[in-house]
Each structure stands twice: as structure tokens, then as C-alpha cells.
């Protein structure tokens, strides 16, 4: 965990993008993430994308309302979006921070992500 | 016993990184559990956001406590932006004082032991938080 590991990595698994985030996801990252993923949507598509939570420790308010938006623009964009693994202190803090996750489709490990978009 | 383990001033969104950085590493070396260090982190990185969103330019005070034998960690964020208007309403579920989020206090509070709150419109703000575990 520390501010070196900030980097966005797409992945391509099958017809799906596997995104995996590490350490402190800031505004910062998740603007490169919003950037590079909507433009790899926009160049070569993809069905589905998974979010890969796993190595995320802390999740702030605005960091999931950005997620959010960045959802729902892929999902404009044609793909269906899943997020994996999320630690029980990010759902922990999620949920007493009141934040809105009606819009959130999520699964325990990454296979099962690519098995629900399959 | 309190102990100060750093101050650091919030001027940007790297500041708000590096904030919840120190505390997540103060945490641990503390002894603090990893859910109470991670229930912190979230709360700092909320109330450091704040200050950058709301106020421009602050600083946080981390002091290390030690009482009725867990280790803890208090956290101070200080601002001289505009201020809280109505504390009482910012400090009632679901009501936006700002953007389109609000400052979330309600739920910040909900994250850690201890919440103290002093707001004064014009002068700024100052939250106090513990967690202890």
C-alpha cells in the first residue's frame, strides 16, 4: 500500500476487461482509469469488465461516487460491468458512509465476475 | 498517554493520499487492528477531501493514545475555509451542504469512537476523531 502502486493496467480476458486496483485509489487514479478504460471501449469494445477490488484497503465517499460514474459510462459505452473482491473494510466503510450502491454488481472472486458476464 | 506522531498540511488531492497513507502505516504501527486502521483511513480520507473540496487548504494533526490497555489514534483536521453554516443540519443523514454529496459527516461519525466538531461561518473548521482497537 502506498502512492508508488497508483497505475491503471487493463487486462484482456476472453471478450472482458480485467482492471485490477491497488492501494490508495485516489481521484487521480480513477480519472486515468475513467480515461484509459472508456478509451479502449470506444477503440476495441469489450462485453464485459471487471473491476478487480482486491487490493483496495480504503475507499472514501467520493472515490466510489467517482466509480459510479465511471460505471455507468462504460455501461453507455456497450459493457457490462462488475466489481470483484471488495475487502470488508471497504464494504464495511462503504455502507457506514451511507454511500448510494444501488448500482453496483458484485462478486466475491474474479471468476465468478467472468462466469456472470459469460 | 497521547503522543504526536506527525502534522501535515492538506493543499491538494496528493495531500488527502498521503494523509491516509500516514495514518493506514500509524495504525498499524500502533498495533491497531486492521478494520479499526482501515474504519480511520476511510474517515480521514472523507474529512481530508472535505477540506480540499470545501476549503482549499488545511492540515491534519495525528497523535498516537494509548488507554484502557488498545492502542488508538486521534486525528485532527483543521481548515480556514468558509465554515460550517448549520452544524446541526450537516451533521443530520443525507443532507448536502455543498456538491452534490455533501460533507458526509454523519457517516464519518459512524466510522470512528469519538467525533468533535467546532465550525465557526468565516473562520473555518475543526473535526477531532478517535479510534480506538
Not at chain 1, 29 to 41: R, T, Y
Not at chain 1, 85 to 101: E, K, Q, Y
Not at chain 2, 80 to 95: E, N
Request: a positive charge; hydrophobic letters at 45%.
Amino acid at each position: 500500500l502506498s502512492e508508488g502502486d497508483a497505475r491503471v493496467v487493463l487486462q484482456a480476458v476472453g471478450g472482458h476487461i480485467l482492471v485490477p486496483l491497488q492501494g490508495l485509489v485516489g481521484e487521480a487514479l480513477l480519472n486515468d482509469l475513467e480515461q484509459a478504460l472508456l478509451e479502449h471501449l470506444h477503440r476495441h469494445g469489450a462485453r464485459g469488465v471487471v473491476l478487480d477490488l482486491g487490493g483496495v484497503e480504503v475507499l472514501d465517499r467520493y472515490d466510489f461516487d467517482k466509480l459510479r460514474r465511471i460505471v455507468a459510462s462504460a455501461t453507455l459505452m456497450g459493457a457490462r460491468v462488475v466489481l470483484a473482491r471488495i475487502r470488508p473494510s471497504v464494504a464495511a466503510g462503504i455502507t457506514s458512509l451511507d454511500a448510494d450502491d444501488r448500482w453496483t454488481c458484485s462478486t466475491r472472486t474474479v471468476e465468478q465476475a467472468l462466469a456472470l458476464l459469460r | 498517554m497521547k503522543e504526536l506522531v506527525q502534522r501535515m498540511r492538506i493543499l491538494s488531492e496528493a495531500d488527502t493520499v498521503r494523509a491516509v497513507l500516514t495514518v493506514r502505516e500509524a495504525a498499524s504501527r500502533v498495533g491497531m487492528k486492521a478494520g479499526a486502521g482501515s474504519a480511520l483511513a476511510t474517515a480521514v480520507s472523507e474529512l481530508a477531501t472535505n477540506v480540499v473540496k470545501y476549503a482549499g487548504s488545511g492540515r491534519m494533526t495525528l497523535r498516537s493514545l494509548r488507554n484502557r490497555q488498545q492502542p488508538g489514534l486521534e486525528v485532527v483536521v483543521e481548515d480556514y475555509g468558509p465554515g460550517i453554516q448549520d452544524v446541526g443540519l450537516a451533521m443530520t443523514d443525507r443532507v448536502s451542504t455543498g456538491g452534490t454529496l455533501g460533507l458526509g459527516l454523519p457517516g464519518t461519525k459512524r466510522l470512528v469512537d469519538e467525533f468533535e466538531l467546532e465550525s465557526k461561518p468565516g473562520q473555518g473548521t475543526r473535526i477531532r476523531i478517535v479510534k480506538w482497537g
